[in-house]
T-cell receptor, first 110, second 113 residues
Framework: EDKVVQSPLSLVVHEGDTVTLNCSYE??????LLWYKQEKKAPTFLFML????IEKKSGRLSSILDKKELFSILNITATQTGDSAVYLC??????????FGQGTTLQVKP | NAGVMQNPRHLVRRRGQEARLRCSPM?????VYWYRQLPEEGLKFMVY????????ESGMPKERFSAEFPKEGPSILRIQQVVRGDSAAYFC???????????FGQGTRLTVV
C-alpha cells in the first residue's frame, strides 16, 4: 500500500533556528513528491521534486529528494514566526491520486 | 489566471439536509481531487475525478456521499442527509494530471447543526 510518513510530527524552535523536516515514502511507480505549507486555511504549494539530488530553493526554504533511499527533506533557515504552520508532504500514487503524510506542525517562538 | 475556486466558503446545514460543495479547477486542469480535513488532523483523500469520470473513490464513504465532474461546469461533492460527524473542511485540488503540480482551493467549511 502506498504511504507517506513525516517526522517529526511536531517541532518547536526559536526564531533564527534552522529546521529540517523529513518525509519518507513507499509508492509504486514514483512520479514526483510535493511539499505544501498549511496555515489556518488551504495548503499552499511550495515545491515539486522529481529528480534525486537536485535542490529546489525559494528564499529561506529548500528541499531535496533521494529516490534511492525514498525520502525528501525540507529545510528552513533563519526561521521566523511567520514560518509557523503545518508542513505537508505528498506523493502521487500509482492510481494517480495524491497521498499525504500526517504533516509536521512547526511552531517558531519569538 | 484564477486559481482553484471553491464555493461556498462556509456552509451551515441542519441534520438531515443535503450539502452541495462546488469546485472549479484551474484553467487547463482536468483532474480534480477532493479531501476532507477534521480539526487538528491531516488531509484525507476522498475522490479523484476527471471530466465525466470517477477515477478513484476509495476514500468516499459508501453511503450519502457522491461526487461528479460533468463535461461542463464545476465538480460537485454532494452529501445527503448530513450528520454532525460530517462537519469538517472540504478541500478541492486540481492538476493537469498525475505527477504534476497540484493546487488547492480555499476550502468549504461545513458545519452541521
Amino acid at each position: 500500500e502506498d504511504k507517506v510518513v513525516q517526522s517529526p510530527l511536531s517541532l518547536v524552535v526559536h526564531e533564527g533556528d534552522t529546521v529540517t523536516l523529513n518525509c519518507s515514502y513507499e509508492v509504486t511507480n514514483f512520479r514526483s513528491l510535493l511539499w505544501y505549507k498549511q496555515e489556518k486555511k488551504a495548503p499552499t504549494f511550495l515545491f515539486m521534486l522529481t529528480s534525486s539530488g537536485i535542490e529546489k530553493k525559494s528564499g529561506r526554504l529548500s528541499s531535496i529528494l533521494d529516490k534511492k533511499e525514498l525520502f525528501s527533506i525540507l529545510n528552513i533557515t533563519a526561521t521566523q514566526t511567520g514560518d509557523s504552520a503545518v508542513y505537508l508532504c505528498a506523493v502521487w500514487s500509482n492510481t494517480g491520486k495524491l497521498i499525504f503524510g500526517q504533516g509536521t506542525t512547526l511552531q517558531v517562538k519569538p | 489566471n484564477a486559481g482553484v475556486m471553491q464555493n461556498p466558503r462556509h456552509l451551515v446545514r441542519r441534520r438531515g439536509q443535503e450539502a452541495r460543495l462546488r469546485c472549479s479547477p484551474m484553467k487547463g486542469h482536468s483532474h480534480v481531487y477532493w479531501y476532507r480535513q477534521l480539526p487538528e488532523e491531516g488531509l484525507k483523500f476522498m475522490v479523484y475525478l476527471q471530466k465525466e469520470n470517477i477515477i478513484d473513490e476509495s476514500g468516499m464513504p459508501k453511503e450519502r456521499f457522491s461526487a461528479e465532474f460533468p463535461k461542463e461546469g464545476p465538480s460537485i461533492l454532494r452529501i445527503q442527509q448530513v450528520v454532525r460527524g460530517d462537519s469538517a473542511a472540504y478541500f478541492c485540488a486540481s492538476s493537469p494530471g498525475a505527477g504534476h503540480e497540484a493546487f488547492f482551493g480555499q476550502g468549504t467549511r461545513l458545519t452541521v447543526v
